[in-house]
């Protein structure tokens, strides 16, 4: 799937660096991208906290070392199974992580990932606001 959406994507840019070659009568060449990888793991960790109840949940395990999805749902006005999923998303995009343990399961956050992330978005602001456009933009 996700490399479906990669190529989907990459097929998007070419088109859209073909048109403007075609209308400033050049020849097309694709500007360098970072590692895919890395852009795809900002891409999935930012969508991840597109939604307001997941940024409360980290929030919310940030306050404790650990948490079940009961004592998150006590801090939340949703129903147990919507913050199941929430968390299922985070740990999915590895800001979570998840122990299995009887009777409750533990939720605890990731704060070495989320640190990556700052970092990450901390260097794709750099990237992408200290490069002037260039004249032919």
């Keep these: 799937m996700r490399h479906t959406a990669l190529v989907a994507t990459a097929i998007i840019v070419y088109r859209q660096f073909t048109m403007i070659a075609r209308f400033l009568d050049q020849k097309p060449t694709l500007p360098s991208v ?3 990888v890395d852009n795809i793991r900002v891409a999935t960790v930012m969508a991840a906290l597109g939604h307001p109840a997941r940024v409360t949940i980290l929030r919310r395990l940030a306050c404790c070392d650990e948490c079940c999805c009961r004592e998150v749902v006590e801090h939340l006005n ?5 913050v ?11 800001l ?3 122990e299995p343990r009887r009777p409750k399961s533990r939720y605890v956050l990731n704060r070495q990932a989320l640190q990556s992330v700052s970092s990450a978005i901390s260097d794709l602001v750099h990237d992408c606001c200290s490069q002037q ?3 032919n933009s």
């Design 34 to 36: 970072p590692d895919s």
């Design 84 to 94: 199941s999923q929430h968390l299922k998303v985070l740990v999915d995009a590895g």
């Design 133 to 135: 456009p260039s004249a």
């Design 96 to 98: 979570v992580s998840y």
């Design 78 to 82: 949703l129903a147990q199974s919507t």
